[in-house]
């Protein structure tokens, strides 16, 4: 019996431990698209590879694609301030306080006064809805009741770890809405010039092998070459999920009663597998990073044997042997 329960809960052991594998991600985004994933029998496709395509006219086509994950050196984090006031001269005094104490604090925790800076982006005055409310200047233009203005602040910083610092030091000047964070390296020419190395050196093995070991004339062939690259940044690789977890801010309920619960909505960054890619450089790269796609093609025409050349002769009545150009 000690031998029959040892089974079953090993069993049961290795089922949590390899369902595990998967992720909160799989139950909290339970949407159409997903589900069309999963047969009835809740188990993934098989056939993701499609079978290779043979070209026409002799042409054999080879493709190499690299992949390069960096980590950024530069971050630019983006916050936006609006402010409402009775005139215009009050709300800009009003924002302008806001950010001059927000940049202050900056400064304290290391970001200098050249990193930050200030972006107008909206200035709106703001009218009376009811009719008998509206009042009319002597030149007939209606009298705003009050403006609206929104500014960016975006702030240049080296240091992913300061943003934790840039967020409480914004929320202490109502600043809540971080609008975005870029980042950037110095030195993508050079990560490109690599990537082409690598992209090139690697078609060059597999033409040689396909000519060793296939037979292939492909040395003597008519090559033509096409690439193409891009830049993904972290910004553009996160996704969204429903968490599986509740939340609630209110303290202790009182008695009979039950607090409102809160299902987060949170994201998380979803990297470029590295399924479609022959070669991977920083693969074990720990954290969001800018991901180097680099796309090098080749086609080779093969040429076909020379074909053996047929003479014509004319024999005359004379017995004279005359060549016949056929066209």
Same mark, same amino acid.
């Given at each position: 019996?000690?031998?029959?329960?040892?089974?079953?809960?090993?069993?049961?052991?290795?089922?949590?431990?390899?369902?595990?594998?998967?992720?909160?991600?799989?139950?909290?985004?339970?949407?159409?698209?997903?589900?069309?994933?999963?047969?009835?029998? =809740?188990?993934?496709?098989? !056939?993701?590879?499609?079978?290779?395509?043979?070209?026409?006219?002799?042409?054999?086509?080879?493709?190499?694609?690299?992949?390069? =994950?960096?980590?950024?050196?530069?971050?630019?984090?983006?916050?936006?301030?609006?402010?409402?006031?009775?005139?215009?001269?009050?709300?800009?005094?009003?924002?302008?306080?806001?950010?001059?104490?927000?940049?202050?604090?900056?400064?304290?925790?290391?970001?200098?006064?050249? =990193?930050?800076?200030?972006? %107008?982006?909206?200035?709106?005055?703001?009218?009376?809805?009811?009719?008998?409310?509206?009042?009319?200047?002597?030149?007939?233009?209606?009298?705003?009741?009050?403006?609206?203005?929104?500014? !960016?602040?975006?702030?240049?910083?080296?240091?992913? !770890?300061? %943003?934790?610092?840039?967020?409480?030091?914004?929320?202490?000047?109502?600043?809540?809405?971080?609008?975005?964070?870029?980042?950037?390296?110095?030195?993508?020419?050079?990560?490109?010039?690599? %990537?082409?190395?690598?992209?090139?050196?690697?078609?060059?093995?597999?033409?040689?092998?396909?000519?060793?070991?296939?037979?292939?004339?492909?040395?003597?062939?008519?090559?033509?070459?096409?690439?193409?690259?891009?830049?993904?940044?972290?910004?553009?690789?996160?996704?969204?999920?429903?968490?599986?977890?509740?939340?609630?801010?209110?303290?202790?309920?009182?008695?009979? /009663?039950?607090?409102?619960?809160?299902?987060?909505?949170?994201?998380?960054?979803?990297?470029?597998?590295?399924?479609?890619?022959?070669?991977?450089?920083?693969?074990?790269?720990?954290?969001?990073?800018?991901?180097?796609?680099?796309?090098?093609?080749?086609?080779?025409?093969?040429?076909?044997?020379? /074909?053996?050349?047929?003479?014509?002769?004319?024999?005359?009545?004379?017995?004279?042997?005359?060549?016949?150009? %056929?066209?």
């Amino acid at each position: 019996m000690k031998i029959k329960l040892s089974i079953i809960f090993l069993i049961f052991s290795l089922a949590v431990t390899n369902a595990q594998v998967s992720d909160n991600r799989n139950l909290g985004n339970q949407n159409e698209s997903q589900k069309s994933l999963i047969n009835e029998n =809740n188990t993934r496709p098989q !056939n993701i590879l499609a079978s290779p395509k043979f070209k026409k006219n002799r042409v054999v086509e080879l493709n190499v694609k690299v992949l390069s =994950n960096q980590k950024a050196e530069s971050y630019v984090a983006v916050f936006n301030l609006t402010q409402m006031g009775k005139t215009a001269d009050e709300t800009n005094t009003l924002l302008l306080d806001r950010f001059n104490g927000f940049a202050q604090d900056l400064q304290t925790i290391g970001i200098p006064k050249e =990193n930050i800076y200030l972006d %107008m982006v909206r200035f709106l005055p703001l009218y009376e809805d009811e009719k008998g409310k509206k009042i009319f200047t002597k030149t007939h233009n209606e009298v705003p009741k009050g403006f609206e203005m929104q500014q !960016n602040v975006h702030i240049k910083h080296n240091d992913s !770890n300061f %943003m934790g610092k840039i967020i409480s030091a914004a929320a202490r000047y109502e600043i809540f809405d971080l609008v975005k964070v870029d980042c950037s390296v110095s030195n993508q020419e050079s990560i490109y010039i690599e %990537m082409r190395k690598k992209a090139v050196s690697h078609l060059v093995k597999e033409i040689e092998l396909y000519e060793t070991e296939l037979g292939l004339d492909l040395e003597n062939g008519y090559k033509v070459v096409a690439e193409n690259k891009k830049a993904v940044s972290p910004i553009d690789r996160y996704s969204w999920y429903n968490a599986i977890s509740n939340v609630s801010l209110g303290g202790a309920p009182e008695k009979g /009663k039950v607090l409102d619960m809160y299902k987060p909505k949170t994201m998380y960054y979803d990297k470029l597998k590295y399924d479609d890619y022959d070669i991977v450089d920083n693969p074990d790269i720990l954290g969001p990073a800018i991901q180097f796609i680099y796309n090098l093609k080749i086609q080779i025409v093969i040429k076909e044997k020379d /074909k053996p050349v047929k003479d014509y002769f004319w024999l005359t009545p004379d017995g004279d042997i005359i060549p016949v150009k %056929m066209n």
